[in-house]
């Protein structure tokens, strides 16, 4: 969690997507589990755009 920290020391905003839930849309989309990071980071931009992820903060 330290990224994290110091993203939110300089006033960048942080979210968690869940690996699963990765995973699971990238099967869906385009019936392929396969690794890819340029697929998976699309896939977790639209999570992002969809609202499908948690807030970090601290606690």
Avoid: C, W
Avoid at 5 to 27: G, W
Avoid at 36 to 41: I, L, S, V
Avoid at 45 to 52: K, T
């Amino acid at each position: 969690m330290s990224l994290a920290e110091f993203l939110e020391r300089h006033d960048i905003k942080t979210v968690m997507v869940n690996p699963m839930h990765v995973k699971k849309s990238k099967e869906l989309d385009n019936n392929s589990s396969t690794k890819k990071d340029e697929k998976d980071a699309h896939v977790i931009a639209r999570l992002i755009q969809d609202g499908r992820y948690s807030k970090l903060g601290r606690v």
